[in-house]
């Protein structure tokens, strides 16, 4: 169904900018802002005395004329009130209609026709119109501007004026084929033609119908015939037509004037409500977008009074939040108590299950709850809110979210007076938001907390996996340390003896300087890794750190005689790493292929470049072993911590930290770790992260 205003924008605008220089017709599209998109064919001002007519010969009751007219005038809240406007137009056939059912109605057939000689009689016409046609002052000029008269009522014909004489007249009516007219409409016509002179104080005319296009010809024909006038009356006419003109048309501005100020006066206060409306819900989108993007509860709570107080016009006001572990309603905020009283209510709380309390009672049933009059009611006087605050009045709003009540808002009125209606719905249409926020506020702490307790959790992790990586690296280095600590205690004890052998010394210094020098640098790597490891990003050389790391390793290995081999990538140059986080890395790795390859087993440790699936340059390294794989079953749980595969023994346990705390490095790189494995074949773990710090 379509709608349109029923004003130009000129002409709006000409009303809001000169509101004492209209007249009604320019404030009646203030007093029916939208009018149906009818076809504009004939004016109301027909139907009006359809109406008025049905009103007089049937007690006042026209509400036969009404329902199922038009889609479009039936959706109107008063359709009536449309069809009586003279400045509003509709359809043939609706006015056909409603001739149709008024005959009905009345019972009677020429209906139509005496509806003409009653609004004549009773001057429906709009004073702009009477003063139109009174101003022809005699039939016979009237009938020569019968068109123009036409035009001012209907659009649905043309008229043709054959033949006039002095008392006499010929016309005829073409009417438009594509708008649905009927006989009533031309039975109507036949009324107005006949007794137009009473409009001027003369006689009815007599019409005779020679032919009619609804019974077949091609237009209607009236001959017209009335009774001759002498001069005098003519002169006479004349001048007490134009007085008489003249007197109607003050008398018609004098009532139209009184209506203009009273709906002039009905719109200003309309206009008024709208932009306080307007008003409110302005700010309650920008208070929407404030509480929501404020995440600290205590902000959050500071925030929603200070608003509460210019949106609603809330001068004092409490928020209480469930406690669900207490069962209970406790204090959280409020504004516009003394500090006394403030410091009173600060513990205050209400159990859930104390139904005859009107906050806990609002808390279960998730209804507002408003009393007028708090003096008269039955709530307990004693109770602390009461007896310190004293309201007149008290109005409760729920607090609810995911359909779950999480709390209330609690405001009154003090001094005799009320919570105003405004405030009220304007309270409970905001509720929903404040309990958003609230919720948004509280999850965030709660969020903010858990972030805490992992971050402390993530760091007593990294000092167990420490001690336990110490702790097995102590006992590899212990094996490596010892034997060339007995051959240089083996060669001290035989010095004294061969002092003199110049040989001997020799192999004596070269052995104690190559061993020292190893035990030298297996330290400073042992040292290297029990540094603090907050992240230091710099460009390195990763094959340096990797030959280093397979030095730490090489104790185990050899005693295991596997062989590790390198596949490195030449062409790889600087990477961009936290060199101490990478040697964790790569040193976990190696551990693990060390201890679940058999003897005489491989190893391989590969680097290469590639692109990432950000098209970056990324590095590749990767561990591969010939060991006994890991199940699919438990494939994807090989990077939780605490979860390992490792036999309890004092060379190949392991506490389950390891390769969670490779996963976590490997994040910290911006990279991505992957583990391929089968059963008795081996396991390749593959670290990928990018080369050059990301944008």
């Given amino acids: 169904m379509a709608f349109r205003l029923c ?72 359709p009536e009130s449309f069809l009586n406007d003279p400045n509003n137009w509709i359809s043939c056939g609706v006015v056909s209609d409603l001739y149709a059912r008024a005959k009905g109605i009345l019972n009677d057939e020429n209906a139509p026709y005496k509806m003409a000689k009653f609004a004549i009689e009773n001057l429906f016409l709009g004073y702009i119109q009477k003063v139109f046609v009174k101003a022809f002052w005699s039939y016979g000029k009237a009938l020569k501007h019968a068109q123009k008269i036409n035009d001012k009522f209907n659009r649905s014909k043309h008229i043709e004026l054959v033949e006039t004489r002095r008392n006499e007249a010929t016309i005829r009516l073409h009417w438009d084929p594509h708008m649905r007219a009927s006989k009533d409409i031309c039975l109507y016509n036949q009324g107005h033609y006949t007794f137009m002179p009473l409009i001027w104080g003369g006689k009815p005319i007599t019409l005779t119908e020679v032919c009619c296009t609804f019974e077949g010809a091609p237009y209607c024909e009236y001959h017209l015939k009335w009774s001759k006038r002498n001069r005098i009356h003519e002169i006479f006419s004349r001048f007490s037509t134009s007085k008489s003109v003249l007197m109607e048309t003050i008398e018609e501005i004098e009532r139209d004037k009184l209506i203009i100020e009273q709906k002039y006066e009905e719109v200003n206060r309309l206009n008024l409500e709208l932009n306080q409306k307007i008003k409110q819900l302005t700010a309650m989108q920008e208070t929407g977008k404030a509480i929501l993007s404020v995440l600290d509860l205590d902000e959050v709570l500071s925030v929603i009074m200070s608003l509460l107080g210019s949106v609603c016009q809330i001068n004092r006001a409490i928020i209480m939040l469930v406690n669900n572990e207490k069962g209970c309603l406790e204090y959280r905020h409020g504004t516009g108590f003394n500090k006394e009283t403030l410091e009173m209510i600060k513990n205050y709380a209400v159990p859930l299950n104390r139904v005859n309390n009107m906050l806990a009672r609002v808390v279960n049933t998730g209804r507002s709850e408003y009393i007028p009059e708090v003096k008269s009611s039955a709530l307990r006087k004693e109770n602390l809110l009461l007896a310190h605050g004293r309201p007149t009045s008290a109005f409760v709003v729920p607090l609810i979210t995911r359909s779950k009540v999480i709390g209330v808002i609690a405001t009154d009125a003090v001094g005799g007076k009320e919570v105003p209606k405004e405030t009220r719905e304007t309270l409970e249409i905001f509720a929903p938001q404040i309990a ?140 961009w790493m936290d060199s101490e986080k990478i040697k964790q890395v790569v040193l976990n790795l190696l551990s693990n ?96 992260f990018p080369l050059a710090p990301p944008a």
Avoid at 36 to 50: D, F, V, W
Avoid at 513 to 542: Q, Y
Avoid at 559 to 571: H, L, Q
Wanted: charged content about 25%; hydrophobic content about 35%; some cysteine.
């Fill in 7 to 78: 004003v130009s924008r000129s002409c709006s605008l000409f009303l809001w900018h000169h509101p004492h220089q209209c007249n009604y017709r320019t404030i009646q599209p203030f007093l029916h802002p939208w009018e149906p998109e009818l076809e504009k064919e004939t004016s109301c001002i027909n139907t009006k005395a359809i109406f008025d007519y049905v009103k007089a010969h049937n007690q006042a009751d026209c509400s036969g004329l009404l329902g199922n007219l038009d889609p479009e005038i039936d959706v109107l809240g008063d």
């Fill in 436 to 575: 958003v926020a609230i919720e948004n506020a509280r999850l965030y702490s709660s969020l903010q907390e858990r972030m805490a307790e992992l971050q402390n959790s993530k760091a007593l992790l990294g000092r167990a996996e420490k001690l336990s990586f110490l702790g097995n690296l102590a006992a590899r280095l212990a094996h490596e340390i010892k034997n060339p600590l007995t051959a240089i205690g083996t060669f001290i004890q035989l010095l004294p003896q061969k002092w003199d052998d110049e040989e001997f010394r020799g192999d004596f210094y070269k052995v104690a300087m190559e061993e020292t020098t190893r035990m030298n640098n297996l330290i400073t790597e042992l040292l290297d890794l029990v540094k603090p490891k907050e992240c230091h990003f710099a460009s390195g050389n990763l094959h340096e750190l990797i030959d280093k790391m397979i030095l730490l390793v090489s104790p185990q290995s050899k005693a295991k005689k596997i062989e590790i081999v390198r596949r490195f990538d030449d062409g790889l140059g600087e990477v």
């Fill in 593 to 688: 292929a060390v201890d679940f390859t058999p003897y005489s087993g491989k190893i391989e440790i590969a680097t290469s470049k590639k692109s990432n699936s950000a098209k970056q340059n990324a590095v590749r390294i990767e561990v591969k072993d010939n060991g006994a794989g890991i199940p699919a079953s438990i494939m994807d749980k090989v990077f939780e911590p605490y979860f390992t595969t490792k036999h309890k023994s004092s060379m190949h346990s392991g506490t389950g930290l390891g390769l969670f705390i490779v996963h976590q490095h490997v994040q910290d790189h911006y990279g991505t770790i992957e583990v391929k494995s089968k059963v008795n074949e081996g396991t390749s773990f593959v670290v990928t």
